[in-house]
């Protein structure tokens, strides 16, 4: 028995390697460093990167912001759930508001167009789940996360909270079009 | 100073047990134990509500148990189990009398005061907040009470394994250095440190905010230093369950570290470099810059994860290069294929390294990648990674570690070997396909902490595909067979201390016997004096690597097809 005892060479990091485990150190060194440059590749090539464009807010000044946002642009009512349904510019802000338990309004935008999408909560924290694409931003209260997204494909998507935020935490979800 | 203790040598196992830590060790595991009882009990509802068929429990319920599962497993089960190896690796290693054996009870107490104050806080009702309780969603005050009184109890616990450490040193029980084992227990004690000081960093305001002595603490730094504890205290689990692998292959084969210098050297690049690992769970959080992000998620550049690389292979290296000195050298595996397969002590670690590599590890990696997040974060994904990680490496790990005490430590025969036999391939085999099952099914992006995927009655619904819930459906039924294993080891474990037959544990005396000093190690004379020592784990090392590479870059490719986000 061994690795429970001291060893009996004092000075263990004079202690020479082996060769399996130099060769390996070297190989699983190399796959680190690709691991870390590849992140730091994509943020130079890649297309899917999370802003990090954000600001401290408040429930009042989100929620006067987001209404007066939503009245110039919606576009017509869903009759089902009585949201409104809002249509952004190309370019423009859109803006999504969290809270026990729903997402509000209904987004309708455009493949291949680009905004500026603004998440924040008025309540708990909340999670931005865009189904079926599957991208899942966190919302954190009293901060305003400014998203620059791309819809790449038309259709009908869900937003599901995937953040637990209470009792009605499975209640909550939303819809977005692109059209 | 003399104080008054007894010593006894286990005539099994050669190993040398102090009186007063010997009860220390025995009571932290069995509390343990009852925390791992109890959240595995909770576990099955927490199941039998996420198969979508059976959709068990009502939803408050479900929160309330879910929030217990994650408490009662990841803070108490490990870290009562961590403060008896913590013990173990400094008194019985080091063949010393534990320090402050008063002390370590109070640290005790502390502990088992805290849980139950925290568990029953939880089952009152009002605290169902996840083990997270992101502020500003509140628990009941006791929630915290419980949470901060068992930190600062396994805080204390730890200085009182710094302090048998010194008394080790002083009195001269070993030469030279510390074992290998006891290295690993330093490393996992100093994280712990860390990370019990970030627990309370946060949660002294936050109760403070329950009981209305403060009015704010800001979300996102709540989630910040949170993580610090909550991310930070899963490198407790890895340094110590790698430490158990070290010991577990030492006494099951004798097998010595390949190489002092890289097991130690990768002990401490966990404590440089592990600690920002709280990156991870805000990679999807607004306010933080990116280059902040990128550098902690990578534990600056990954070297964490190398450590994690290197111990992977050195510890079934280590095996190998003993069973090759034994005469199994025929072929890649012969070493391999002849390792006691019946013995769970081994069978478990190993499982438990197989698992912890390619399950744990990979999807770790993957996730932890910043952009990578944003199609996992917050999915049943995430449970399905922690659960290899925590339950396939630290909680197997332990388990295993536990038939090998069961004649050591607690003097009893163990009943039903036949069962014992079998349930680290059970509870083990059920826990990969577990792991595999909701990994899938969060790649689809089916929410974790969730009640009811059909979100039913509800005029917005979203259909999950039919592939999800397929998956779900498996989620339930690989839980219930990992249940079962589960439980054979709690009854095995526990049925033992009660009705297994006494051994003879070896007579007290009052003096202590010194550490004998390991043999040099025949491996590594020089660079390469044995040639290539461990071919056998070299290649499962490089299917290993070959699996990463597949899996990393298939998320890449994910990835690339979704939106475009700037
Ligand atoms: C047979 C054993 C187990 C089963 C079947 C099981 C099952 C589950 C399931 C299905 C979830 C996810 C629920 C959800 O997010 O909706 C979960 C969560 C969790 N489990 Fe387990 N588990 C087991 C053992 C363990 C062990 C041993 C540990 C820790 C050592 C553990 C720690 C956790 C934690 C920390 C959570 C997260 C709770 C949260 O989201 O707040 N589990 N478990
Ligand atoms: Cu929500
Ligand atoms: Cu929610």
């Given amino acids: ?179 | 100073m003399s104080i008054a203790t007894t010593y006894r040598t286990c005539p099994r196992s050669g190993l040398q047990f102090e009186a007063n830590a010997e009860k220390l060790i025995i009571a932290n595991a069995v509390a343990a134990v009852v925390f791992l009882l109890i959240g595995g009990v909770l576990a099955l509802g927490v199941a039998l509500t996420r198969w979508p068929a059976v959709h068990w429990l009502q939803a408050d319920t479900f929160y309330q148990v879910l929030t217990a599962h994650g408490i009662d497993m990841l803070i108490f089960w490990i870290i009562f189990f961590e403060i008896a190896v913590l013990y173990f690796c400094a008194s019985t290693l080091l063949r010393c009398r534990i320090a402050t054996p008063r002390i370590a009870w109070l640290a005790f107490a502390l502990m088992l005061i805290g849980a139950v104050v925290n568990n029953y806080a939880v089952y009152k009702g009002g605290s169902s907040v996840m083990m997270t309780s992101y502020v500003p969603m509140m628990a009941e005050q006791s929630f915290y009470l419980g949470l901060i009184l068992f930190a600062v109890g396994a805080l204390i616990g730890c200085f009182v394994f710094f302090g048998t450490l010194v008394v080790a040193k002083r009195d001269k029980t070993y030469e030279g250095s510390v074992p290998l084992v006891t290295f690993g227990a330093i490393t996992a004690a100093i994280i712990a440190v860390f990370t019990i000081a970030s627990g309370a960093i946060i949660l002294i305001p936050t109760w403070l905010l329950s009981l209305g002595v403060i009015d704010k603490v800001d979300p996102l730094i709540y989630r910040m230093i949170w993580w610090a504890f909550g991310h930070s205290s899963q490198q407790i689990n890895v340094a110590a369950h790698v430490s158990v692998w070290y010991l577990v292959a030492a006494v099951v084969f004798g097998a010595k570290p390949m190489s002092e210098r890289v097991s130690r050297g990768a002990f401490l690049l966990y404590i440089l470099f592990l600690q920002l690992a709280s990156a991870h769970h805000l990679l999807a959080d607004p306010g933080l810059s990116t280059n902040w992000k990128v550098v902690n998620t990578s534990y600056f550049m990954y070297f964490a994860v190398l450590a994690s690389m290197i111990h992977g292979l050195t510890v079934p290296g280590a095996m190998e290069v003993a069973q090759r000195q034994k005469g199994y050298t025929r072929g890649l595996y012969e070493w391999l294929r002849r390792a006691p397969w019946s013995n769970p002590t081994f069978s478990g670690v190993f499982i438990s390294i197989i698992g912890f590599g390619f399950l744990g590890g990979i999807s770790g990696v993957m996730m932890g990648t910043e952009q990578l997040n944003m199609i996992i974060h917050n999915t049943i994904y995430v449970p399905g990674h922690f659960h290899a990680t925590v339950v396939v490496g630290t909680t197997l790990t332990f388990m295993a570690l536990t038939y090998y005490l069961i004649p050591t430590l607690f003097k009893r025969e163990m009943i039903s070997p036949g069962l014992a036999k079998l349930q680290p391939y059970l509870f083990g085999l059920s826990m990969y396909f577990f792991c595999l099952v909701m990994m899938g099914a969060g790649t689809l992006g089916v929410s974790r902490r969730h009640w009811d995927m059909a979100f039913s009655g509800m005029p917005m619904a979203y259909e999950w595909p039919g592939a999800a819930y397929l998956m779900m459906g498996l989620v339930g039924i690989s839980a219930v067979a990992a249940i079962v294993g589960g439980a054979i080891y709690i009854y095995v474990t526990v049925g033992s201390l009660l009705w297994g037959k006494r051994i003879e544990g070896g007579a007290a005396s009052v003096a202590s016997k010194p550490t004998p000093l390991m043999a040099p190690a025949a491996v590594a004379q020089g660079y390469g004096s044995q040639g290539f020592a461990a071919p056998g784990t070299f290649v499962l090392a490089m299917v290993f690597l070959v699996a990463f590479i597949l899996y990393y870059f298939v998320n890449w490719k994910y990835l690339s097809t979704v939106w475009g986000l700037s």
């Fill in chain 1, 1 to 179: 028995m061994s690795a429970i005892l001291p060893p009996a060479e004092r000075l263990w990091w004079k202690h020479p390697l082996d060769r399996v485990e130099g060769t390996w150190i070297v190989i699983a060194f190399v796959w680190c460093m690709i691991l870390f440059f590849m992140m730091v590749f994509w943020h130079i090539y890649g297309r899917q990167n999370l802003s990090t464009e954000t600001y401290t807010t408040t429930p009042e000044a989100f929620m006067a912001k987001a209404e007066a946002w939503a009245a110039q642009y919606t576009v017509r009512t869903d009759e089902v759930s009585g949201l409104p349904i809002v249509a952004p510019p190309d370019g423009g802000d859109a803006y999504i508001i969290s809270r026990l338990w729903s997402f509000w309004p209904i987004l309708e935008l455009e493949k291949g167009k680009t905004y500026r999408l603004h998440l924040s909560s008025l309540d708990y924290n909340h999670g931005f789940s865009l189904q079926p694409v599957n991208i899942n931003i966190q919302v954190v209260p009293g901060y305003e996360h400014v998203v620059t997204v791309t819809p790449n494909q038309s259709g009908t998507y869900s937003i599901v909270c995937n953040e637990f935020c209470g009792i009605g935490h499975h209640t909550m979800v939303g819809r977005l079009y692109v059209k």
